[in-house]
T-cell receptor, first 112, second 113 residues
Framework: DVKVTQSSRYLVKRTGEKVFLECVQD?????MFWYRQDPGLGLRLIYF???????EKGDIPEGYSVSREKKERFSLILESASTNQTSMYLC???????????FGSGTRLTVV | AQSVTQPDIHITVSEGASLELRCNYS??????LFWYVQSPGQGLQLLLK??????LVQGIKGFEAEFKRSQSSFNLRKPSVHWSDAAEYFC???????????FGTGTRLLVSP
């Protein structure tokens, strides 16, 4: 089975800190994604990447950036964390023609 | 750009009754459509998907969905709901090339005894 691993299950950070959320997939997938999930809003796409060093903004990129230096790793960066970025963050990946997207188990980030 | 609408925020169904969750999408080309389920505190699990071919697709746990291009819909159905089906259900649409997957806001299913 393909695995998408998010490095932390829970994180607590202070306002203004720089925060890194890491995501690693083990199956050579081309496309990787970062979402945030909030009650009543579903999953909203922050950024996605379809190749190394390639990235595209999703629907809510403000306050975030991403890095994809290697195919298997896609990092989400909060340059200066704010309380409104408290949320559940989900990483996903897919290979073209695959059965579906594979999601990580999520990182619940709390910014205080 | 694609979008998904799930018009029902909450639905309550009696155990053993049938279920239909609505999903409408907007996308200019042939869509790739998905239904995911998320139980409390759990990750997302793929129930079923539609890429092409037969418009009635079968998934896991006894779920099925029907793609209706004329109505831009991909509704999820189950003939008899079990208490363990209580969860949140998300419909999603991907563009050609799977480069962007967009979700609806979800429908929370409650199952009454």
């Amino acid at each position: 089975d393909v695995k998408v691993t998010q490095s932390s299950r829970y994180l607590v950070k202070r306002t203004g800190e720089k925060v890194f959320l890491e995501c690693v997939q083990d199956m050579d997938h081309e496309n990787m994604f970062w979402y945030r999930q909030d009650p009543g809003l579903g999953l909203r796409l922050i950024y996605f990447s379809y190749d190394v060093k390639m990235k595209e903004k999703g629907d809510i990129p403000e306050g975030y950036s991403v890095s994809r230096e290697k195919k298997e790793r896609f990092s989400l960066i909060l340059e200066s964390a704010s309380t409104n970025q408290t949320s559940m963050y989900l990483c996903a990946s897919i290979i073209l023609g695959a059965e579906g997207y594979t999601f990580g188990s999520g990182t619940r980030l709390t910014v205080v | 750009a694609q979008s998904v609408t799930q018009p029902d925020i909450h639905i309550t169904v009696s155990e053993g009754a049938s279920l239909e969750l609505r999903c409408n999408y907007s996308y200019g080309a042939t869509p790739y459509l998905f239904w995911y389920v998320q139980s409390p505190g759990q990750g997302l699990q793929l129930l079923l998907k539609y890429f092409s071919g037969d418009t009635l697709v079968q998934g896991i746990k006894g779920f099925e969905a029907e793609f209706k291009r004329s109505q831009s819909s991909f509704n999820l159905r189950k003939p008899s709901v079990h208490w363990s089906d209580a969860a949140e259900y998300f419909c999603a649409v991907a563009n050609t090339g799977f480069q962007k997957l967009v979700f609806g806001t979800g429908t929370r299913l409650l199952v009454s005894p």
